[in-house]
């Protein structure tokens, strides 16, 4: 009976408090859009409470006492967040907006279109990185966080130095892809290399970074036939608050970097930034054959310290709920050993700075920014010259995004870009003052929703320069089917132009020596046509004009070879410099006869050019030569090197997204490219001329004009010396005055750079449009939610071909030849795992089949008969791990993170002419307030 009234007690007590608790109620939405999410988790931290949203979004936790509680809300594809409630008689109440993350389906972007979409709506290949992605894979710099996005080749050259593109075609000083943050473009000027060290992209102020591939110039303007890298950072309104971050890591590096945002009032708000970075770069090893042949041309040590330094200020005005008024400005500053299309240099003091007016009023979005650079004390290795790089760029955009009906909206916009380099003739030459470039565009999209599940989009982009002076047009045509809410279907066709950069056209600077003879790189604005003379066809089977490297007659003309009645001149002129007593002594001892002086002196007389004729022709053999060590490439003749033109981009892609059982999220791209007027790299054109038969040549013409020197042959006769014999002795001891096969007499030259009176000709390094270039490739990426906390991820990307030579080009020119500089095939595989308020974790490994790269002076592994001799870039492995906790807990706002990329330590090389690399852990504390 004590036992049931006791039970009934308890059970009484426990219902009063079951029925005094109160609840937490309210909707989870998508930031973004509005739009409900379904299923999201809400958590109140520390206890086992919680619930989950209804088909409506809304959710309700009961049994919760008075009092403050700490709520988490997490829906896959979405940041996680964290909130504060009051629960007070009995109720809370909280309403949750989630901002879309790169993970899922309803990450939201604007690169893609130009405006604000879903990416699964949007008619381009899309992935989005998010802030947490961002922050705990970046080292040095933020770029790092994009080693594993599909389709993204990245090559390590430094400790803080990454030549990155998407899908292929790489480049030493790469400026391939379209890089922005915040709406600008983020390349140097004039040079327009993208130089991720120096971008404003700081780690703890990225918001997120938007990856689109394939050729956007229907949007953007030509020479986006690469791919757009977009870099949205935070604004002050949406994330305020102040930030400190140091980091410290292996080769001594060190990174420290702060953010302060805020309100100047309810209008009115600003952000500053700033980071500053340190390292030992890795350095090349004298030892290695390959690394060797880099450091043979250096006229200065090479320095192996980097440096970085950046400074951002942010005023944002929002006078209005839709209008916004933003003021960027910021400088960088960089030390740095830097891979170039003219060879190594060394930038020291490099700086970079930008100042950016941007006004967003409802669909009006207007822009106009300005971009300098400094080269500093930069200088190029294989010189000691210093580098002038002063370009400046000043751009000014205008669009208007407006809706006719639900069903129908449109973009049209114009813009302005206007390039001025400034190299005080150091970079640019003979080309100083005709350098500037200003495009003119013009664009309109229209985006029409055939059903609700069907949409069309279709734009067209109209430009013209001052430089080719045409207006070329850029269509672009997609379609989007989405069978269900979460999946899509996609066809897209996009025709892009792109000018040929600053360097391409304009070039004109000495980039090194190869011996006596100085190696210069050449634009080719107007082309390069080789020097002809039909009158030397008949005698070295080829009308092709030879400028001589001997310094007796620098830069003379002559007929690609040798003339034999010339040579034996020199031949002659030698034998009768020999006194007569001395010339007995070597004829004696060379025929076993004893020769007196006289003898010998009567032979010399007698065998003078005027006595006895040589003639005839020893035939030249073109080689251009490899600046990277290994053979040259032979060549029978020469393609003149027309003026460049827009290179032409038509892609052809097909795309599947979805999510499969709401844990499966798969991504298949396919594509096919075509390239015409493809602007190549940086590549040697001039072949040196070799005589390898000029000893046979001559001395079978020697025997001949003895034979037709009556006196002369029967002179030897008496002797009992034939004249073969005595042709071939008189050569013989010549045979170090004459050139052998492996020293050049001559090179080609073209007639824009000629050499002066008496002045050795030049090798000439230039760049050069391919006829055509055809390839095709897949990406794709599976993403596995295991739960909220627990993602895999896999991605593979594959590209047809790594090298093109002259007849996949459509080119007669066996000479001819281009390569991906990037892998065919790649796959990247990895674990992200996040605890709530906690630690999180992520490991990845990351597989790159070996290539070979011809880029400018950095040349290897190029298939026979293109061979070099030197290797490219070999098959990798590379593990990457990274470790973070949050001290929530214990210190309100403070994060570690271990980040270890390459943790095995495995030392390779990822570019031709880069040193190997190996580890960089770092370990990373953040503190935010």
């Known amino acids: 009976m004590v036992r049931k009234s006791l039970l009934t007690v308890i059970l009484l007590a426990a219902m009063s408090i079951g029925l005094l ?45 008075d009092g403050t509680y700490t709520v988490i809300v997490s829906y896959i594809g979405y940041t996680e967040g964290i909130f504060t409630v009051r629960v007070s008689g009995g109720s809370g109440s909280l309403d949750a907006s989630l901002q879309p993350s790169g993970i899922g389906l309803n990450a939201v972007t604007i690169s893609a ?76 000027p004039a040079l327009a290399v993208n130089i991720h060290s120096i971008m404003p992209n700081i780690a703890i102020d ?87 042949v880099q450091l043979a041309g250096d006229v200065r040590p090479r320095v192996n310290d980097f440096e970085k330094k950046n400074f951002n200020g942010m005023l944002q005005w929002r006078p209005g709920s839709n209008v916004t008024l933003t003021a960027n400005a910021g400088y960088s500053e960089l030390k740095a050993t830097t891979l170039t299309g003219i060879g190594t240099t060394q930038a020291d003091g490099f700086g970079y700075g930008y100042g950016q007016f941007r006004l967003q009023a409802g669909g009006l979005f207007a822009q106009v920014y300005y971009n300098k650079n400094d080269a500093g004390e930069s200088f190029v290795y294989g010189t000691g010259n210093l580098v002038v790089d002063r370009g400046e760029q000043i751009n000014v955009q205008s669009q208007y995004d407006f809706s006719l ?59 013209y320069d001052n430089i080719i002076e045409e207006i070329s047009l850029s269509p672009r045509v997609g379609l989007v089917f989405k069978p269900t809410g979460t999946s899509a279907l996609r066809a897209t066709y996009n025709r892009a132009f792109a000018l040929p950069g600053s360097n391409s056209l304009f070039l004109d ?65 030698g034998l009768a410099a020999i006194p007569t007593d001395n010339l007995a002594a070597l004829l004696s001892a060379q025929l076993g006869l004893p020769i007196d002086a006289a003898t010998a002196g009567a032979l010399v007389g007698l065998l003078a050019p005027g006595t006895t004729n040589v003639t005839g022709f020893s035939q030249g053999q073109m080689v251009i030569p490899n600046l990277s060590g290994g053979p040259g490439k032979v060549v029978s003749d020469l393609t003149d090197v027309a003026p460049l033109e827009h290179v032409v981009s038509q892609t052809f892609e097909v795309g599947y997204k979805g999510l499969l059982g709401d844990k499966l999220l798969i991504a298949v791209d396919g594509y096919y490219s075509q390239k015409e007027n493809f602007t190549g790299p940086l590549i040697l054109e001039t072949p040196l001329v070799y005589v390898p038969s000029l000893a046979g ?150 597989y790159v089949k070996d290539f070979p790269v011809l880029s400018g002076p950095y040349v290897g592994g190029i298939p026979e008969p293109f061979g070099t001799g030197r290797g490219g870039v070999d098959d990798y492995v590379l593990y990457d791990f990274s470790i973070g906790y949050d001290f929530a807990k214990y210190a309100q706002g403070l994060r570690v993170d271990l980040i270890a990329q390459n943790a095995l330590d495995n030392r390779h090389r990822e570019f031709v002419g880069a040193p190997q690399v190996g580890r960089v852990g770092m370990v990373r504390l953040t503190y935010t307030r």
């Open 21 to 65: 608790a109160g609840s937490i109620t309210g909707k989870v939405t998508d930031a973004s859009s509005g739009e409900a999410l379904i299923g999201a988790n809400v958590v109140v931290e520390g206890t086992s409470l919680g619930g989950a949203t209804d088909i409506n979004g809304d959710y309700a936790i009961d049994n919760v006492d």
């Open 113 to 188: 279109s130009r405006r604000p979409e879903k990416t699964l709506e949007a008619p381009a290949s899309v992935s989005v990185l998010d802030a947490r992605e961002v922050s705990t894979n970046s080292g040095l710099s933020s770029v790092d966080a994009l080693r594993n996005v599909p389709g993204v080749d990245v090559s390590t050259t430094g400790v803080d130095r990454r030549e990155l593109v998407l899908r292929g075609f790489n480049n030493a000083f790469s400026g391939a892809t379209y890089v922005l943050t915040d709406y600008r473009q983020a390349a140097v």
């Open 206 to 292: 990225v918001e997120k970074v938007e990856v689109v591939r394939g050729p956007g110039s229907a949007l953007y303007g030509p020479g986006v036939d690469a791919g757009v890298i977009h870099y949205i950072t935070k604004n002050p309104f949406d994330h305020p608050g102040s930030t400190v971050s140091v980091g410290f890591g292996e080769r001594d590096a060190f990174v420290y970097a702060f953010r302060n945002a805020g309100k100047i009032s309810e209008t009115l708000g600003y952000k500053v930034t700033g980071q500053y970075g340190e390292a030992d770069d890795w350095a090349l090893d004298p030892n290695d054959p390959d690394d060797a």
């Open 405 to 463: 009906s639900d069903k129908q909206q449109f973009i049209i916009g114009a813009d302005v870009d206007m390039l001025t380099p400034k190299t005080d003739a150091t970079i640019y030459g003979r080309n100083e003052d005709n350098d500037d470039i200003t495009e003119y565009g013009g664009y309109i999209q229209s985006l029409t929703r055939l059903s609700p599940k069907l949409d069309l989009t279709v734009a067209l982009r109209g430009d």
């Open 509 to 573: 600077i000495v980039a090194g020596q190869a011996g006596p003879i100085t190696v210069r790189g050449l634009g080719a604005k107007d082309g390069h046509v080789w020097e002809r003379d039909a009158s030397f066809a008949a005698l070295a089977g080829t009308d092709l004009v030879a400028r001589s490297l001997n310094p007796a007659a620098a830069g003379a003309k002559q007929p690609v070879g040798l003339t034999l009645d010339a040579v034996y001149g020199s031949v002659y002129a």
């Open 697 to 846: 040549d001559l001395t079978g013409a020697l025997a001949a004009g003895i034979t037709g020197n009556a006196t002369l042959a029967g002179t030897l006769q008496l002797l009992g010396v034939s004249p073969e014999q005595a042709a071939a002795l008189i050569v013989g001891l010549a045979a170090g005055e004459l050139p052998d096969a492996s020293t050049p007499v001559a090179a080609v030259v073209s007639g824009s750079n000629a050499p002066g009176a008496g002045a050795l000709p030049e090798l000439m390094l230039t760049y050069r449009n391919f006829g055509k270039v055809s390839y095709w490739g897949i990406d794709a990426s599976l993403q596995y939610f295991a739960d909220e906390n627990v993602s895999f991820f896999s991605n593979v990307s594959f590209v047809s071909d790594d090298f093109f030579d002259n007849e996949e080009l459509e080119e007669s020119n066996t000479a001819l030849s281009l390569a991906l500089n990037a892998p065919t095939f790649k796959i990247k595989s990895g674990i992200n795992i996040n605890i709530p308020r906690g630690a999180n974790a992520s490991a990845a490994v990351r």
